[in-house]
């Protein structure tokens, strides 16, 4: 009998050289669908994994072993590699080098996972298409982190964002579409976050999270929500976006936007006092939110 899953996370996993402002140089394997499986997992959804990767350079099976889902992958030619210099402590500033790309998605590599939801959390652009996007809305409902429609690995193998070319044609096919605020204004031109969130879902996507340092918003179509960023300490800081959004899509199976969003931000509070994945539980968060935010 085939398996049922809540969410599906999508995205290629990364060997990441992470180098603090004092120079201290960190590697490990990452990327958001690392940082956003562990994070649903842990929500208590039933999820699955699906990544891509060379099997010679990475054991993904080590990577996942802690993650309470189950586990699938295919192998690319290259794993992506990504070079992140920080300029600041709290790592708001940061210039990102190309040192390998992963092949990009096909939805038939996955179509046999039954799912509820994709969430697509890719790093550069090129690793979904427009095909891929479709196809899953066909099948179930969409979270994209358009992370992964902007950033553009350049000649020179510096990357860059630009604006999606594609966006008011895919945007329909989107759920749930996560941005954070510098994303938000490339897309849309606009500082503003609630009115950037309100065009969003005008051009198509149904529910919006923009993600901020100080925040996070949601919108629906009806109202804009949004919570406070409590974390006590910025040590679990890389992967702050793709925890949020994995949370709050995991915490729209059973919860509506408003809760989901306090449910999300809790989580990326909780996550961001503790480097790497978020490891805890949904038990974890709650009581974190009982401590931080009482009137929730």
């Not at 510098?182 to 849309?188: Q, S």
């Not at 976050?193 to 629906?220: Q, S």
Request: net charge negative; with cysteine; glycine share 8%.
């Amino acid at each position: 009998m085939t398996k049922k899953y809540d969410m599906l996370v999508i995205g290629p996993v990364s060997i990441d050289h992470n180098i603090d402002y004092l120079g201290n140089e960190r590697k490990e394997i990452g990327g958001a669908v690392v940082a956003s499986g562990y994070a649903a997992a842990g929500s208590g959804v039933k999820t699955a994994i699906f990544c891509k990767m060379n099997p010679e350079e990475v054991d993904v099976k080590a990577r996942f072993a802690e993650a309470e889902a189950d586990l699938y992958w295919a192998s690319s030619h290259s794993t992506c590699s990504i070079r992140n210099q920080y300029f600041t402590a709290d790592k708001e500033k940061r210039s990102c080098t190309s040192m390998g790309v992963c092949d990009p998605f096909r939805f038939e590599e996955f179509s046999h996972i039954d799912t509820d939801v994709y969430h697509f959390a890719g790093l550069v652009y090129g690793d979904f298409d427009n095909d891929v996007l479709r196809q899953a809305a066909e099948r179930g409902k969409v979270g994209l982190d358009v992370q992964c429609m902007l950033r553009h690995v350049e000649t020179d193998k510096t990357m860059a964002f630009h604006d999606w070319a594609e966006k008011k044609q895919c945007l329909p096919f989107i759920d749930y579409f996560k941005t954070d605020a510098a994303e938000a204004e490339i897309l849309t031109g606009l500082t503003d976050r609630a009115e950037a969130a309100r065009m969003l879902h005008n051009w198509g996507a149904k529910e919006v999270v923009i993600t901020h340092n100080t925040e996070v918003l949601a919108y629906d179509g009806k109202q804009i929500y949004t919570c406070p960023i409590k974390a006590r300490n910025l040590s679990g800081r890389t992967g702050r976006g793709d925890t949020a959004f994995a949370g709050y899509i995991a915490a729209r199976q059973h919860l509506d936007v408003e809760h989901a969003l306090q449910y999300c931000t809790a989580l990326v509070s909780l996550k961001m006092e503790t480097p790497g994945p978020f490891r805890g539980t949904r038990a974890d968060v709650e009581e974190y939110m009982r401590l931080f935010y009482p009137n929730v």
